[in-house]
Structure formats: C-alpha cells, structure tokens
C-alpha cells in the first residue's frame, strides 16, 4: 500500500517561502506513470490543485500559483518537496501530498492526511 507523509513548518511568517516535505512509502515516485502532486484546501474553501512532479521528473504548475511554486524531488529519499515563496495570509491551508494517474483515465490514487499550514498575520 502507497502511504504519504507530509512534514514542515506549521507556522511561516508573511513574505517568507513556505516548504513542505512528502516522504512516499510503498511505492517509488519514479515509477512509470505517475505524477506526485501538492493540493491545498484554505479554511472554507474548496481544494486547489498546485501542481505536480512526475515519475520522469518533469513539473507542471498550476498558472496562478506558476510564478511563486517550485516541486522538486530526491529520488534517493524517495521525497517530493514543494517550496511556495512570497507567501501572504491567503496561502494559509491544509496541504496535501497526493499521487495521481493522468490520461484517458485521471484519478488521484492516494492522499497524505495533510498538514496545516498557517501564514502569519
């Protein structure tokens, strides 16, 4: 069974970068033909997909969030990292790590419980 884990700060403060950490288990993030996302959920809102890493290790990004979002991974740790810079009190959310399927058939397969990420106001 795939299992995610998200990890990093709770608290950033406004104008800083905001880093998260998701540790995959039960799977390796390059396996073909996956893609390991970040989703977030403000309070009161529904989700927003930021973007994703996939398994060839290309990204693609949400276009609001393109300017300020940056996935990465170490396929040694088997670990995806999103860094969100310049964050404001409007980047306060719960963020998800989550793996995904894309295609004919697109579908996310697997989510982490989420991380609370509050901005400082």
């Known amino acids: 069974q795939v299992q995610l884990q998200e990890s990093g700060p709770g608290l950033v403060n406004p104008s800083q970068t905001l880093s998260l950490t998701c540790t995959v288990s039960?799977?390796?993030?390059?396996?073909?033909?996956?893609?390991w996302s970040w989703i977030r959920q403000p309070p009161g809102k529904g989700l927003e997909w930021i973007g994703y890493i996939a398994y060839s290790g290309s990204t693609y990004y949400s276009p609001s969030l393109k300017s300020r979002t940056s996935i990465s991974r170490d396929t040694s740790k088997n670990q995806f990292t999103l860094q969100l810079t310049s964050v404001t009190p409007e980047d306060s959310a719960v963020y998800y790590c989550?793996?995904?399927?894309?295609?004919?058939?697109?579908?996310?397969?697997?989510w982490g419980k989420g991380t609370l990420v509050t901005v400082a106001s």
């Open positions: 039960g799977g390796s993030i390059t396996t073909n033909y996956y893609y």
């Open positions: 989550a793996r995904e399927r894309r295609g004919d058939e697109s579908a996310i397969e697997y």
